[in-house]
């Protein structure tokens, strides 16, 4: 694929279509999560030298559904807990509790936490990740053709030439050279080693992937490359993609849906397009605010977030962005809001979503600008007279 240098992101994922899967595709759930916990003990795991009593609840009681053969993002700063609900997803890690039943192709849904050893066999290969770090997540002893072809190996069931033809079909598929199945990935540069990524997670011929961070590590150019990519082969297989980044210009382009995560809940869900033109959620707007735009020429105020995200060990009462919420009332501070449907099937998290008139983006182009939006301290002040 040749691509103008001076070209954004934007414009260079705008090159191809979109995935059209059909309607009725769209609409069915592949996985429904339900009540799902993920508590880690309060040491950091190691990630800190200071010991915490409480527990860390990365992921707190999250409910949703990721339809069949869509896009759904999750977006948040670092440490809402993406990677955390990501890997529960895949088991991965093991859920404190709360369910994740998938829905198989004859139309039973198995809770993949209470799986039976067979249940388990036949639903795992289904369910793949695609890791963030090309550099770190391949085994640096084993040739590339071992590492595409291990997790066949793993889960059995397929002769040798079998396993030969499935690695070799998807290498072509990522863009690998057949020669290239006999080196190791230290030979390779990171856009190659994360199709190497993709194509060890493919090769089981996935129902679901959760890509995590699947871009974030990779040079402009190259991001947009591996995105078409991925975009490519969901349509050709048909899969699920649950995308998981920080970065919502990628997002953008990506998503049907997009579910934001803040301190371990999922505060908005929302239709992409829906959620870029009109933010329901103080957060959201605040995170679409202050994403980087490609066009110096558009003036917009940045919303500044107020203060650090605090320690999910000890979440603040009642809504949880409370403390960092330019819009918030003694309610936010009491009452933790449900996550709720609003009359056009958008869920949000916050008291005050049909009250506040918060500002999107167009196009990460020239977006309505703030000025025009009532001003934070205003809402405030009106919000207050409310409770
Ligand atoms: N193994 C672990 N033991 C203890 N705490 C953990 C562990 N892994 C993650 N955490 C904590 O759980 C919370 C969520 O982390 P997680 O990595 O899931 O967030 P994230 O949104 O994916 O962030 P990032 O993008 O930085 O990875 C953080 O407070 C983190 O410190």
Known sequence: MSLMPEQTLEQRLDQKPGHGMPEQMLEQPIMDVVNLV??????????????????????????????????????????????????????????????????????RSIDFLKATKQEYKAIRPGIQMIFQDPYSSLNPRMTVYEIISEPLRAFGGLSKAEIDERVRTIAGQTGLDPSFLKRYPHAFSGGQRQRIGIARALVTRPKVVVCDEAVSALDVSVQAQIINLLKDLQQQYEMTYLFISHDLSVVKHISDRIAVMYLGKIIELSDAKALFR???????????????????????????????VPNPASPPSGCRFHPRCAYRTSLCEQTEPELRAMKDGRLVACHYAEELNLQGVSAFGPGASLESSRNSASVQQELASLV
């Open 278 to 308: 009109q933010p329901l959620h103080p957060y959201t707007e605040a995170l679409i605010s202050s994403a980087p735009r490609p066009d110096p020429e558009v003036k917009k105020e940045r919303i500044i977030l107020q203060g650090e």
């Open 38 to 107: 993920k508590e880690y003990d309060g040491d950091g795991g190691g990630r800190s030298l200071k010991r915490v009593a409480a527990p860390v609840r990365a992921v707190a009681d999250v409910s949703f559904s990721i339809r069949r053969a869509e896009t759904l993002s999750l977006v948040g700063e670092s440490g809402c807990g993406k990677t955390t609900l990501g890997r529960c997803l895949v088991r991965g890690i093991e859920p404190t509790s709360g369910q994740v039943n998938y829905r198989m192709e004859d139309g």
